[in-house]
């Protein structure tokens, strides 16, 4: 059973960093996409950040292009996500979701498995 955990949100001022991390297990596919997603109060749910293990891409949303930053850990199965210079419209519900590469491809579309999410407060 796949799960995905995430962790990491809270509350931070304007100009300030989180980390959130995506735990998984239980994911076998060879070719896989992974992203971060995010909901906005009363918005629908955007893609903030995406990569495949087949393409090697790395791709971000243009309003966080520059201040946040995708990693993984492939030996602790974990996804994080630098966030840096947060504000105010950063504010939202933060998922990281996985699909078999031949599902979601490269730009995360589509994704079978998604952790319960983390919220991040950017406010004064």
């Known amino acids: 059973q796949v799960q995905l955990v995430e962790s990491g949100g809270g509350l931070v001022s304007p100009g300030g960093s989180l980390r959130l991390s995506c735990a998984a297990s239980?994911?076998?596919?060879?070719?896989?996409?992974i992203g971060w997603f995010r909901q906005a109060p009363g918005k629908g749910r955007e893609l903030v950040s995406c990569?495949?293990?087949?393409?090697?891409?790395?791709v971000y949303a243009d309003s966080v292009k520059g201040r946040f930053t995708f990693s993984r850990d492939k030996a602790k199965n974990t996804a994080y996500l630098q966030m840096n210079n947060l504000k105010p419209e950063d504010t939202g519900n933060y998922y990281c979701?996985?699909?078999?590469?031949?599902?979601?491809?490269?730009?995360?579309?589509?994704?079978?498995?998604w952790g319960k999410g983390t919220l991040v407060t950017v406010s004064s």
């Open positions: 990569t495949s293990s087949k393409e090697g891409n790395l």
């Open positions: 239980g994911f076998t596919s060879y070719y896989y996409a």
């Open positions: 979701a996985t699909a078999d590469f031949s599902v979601a491809g490269a730009m995360c579309t589509g994704m079978d498995y």
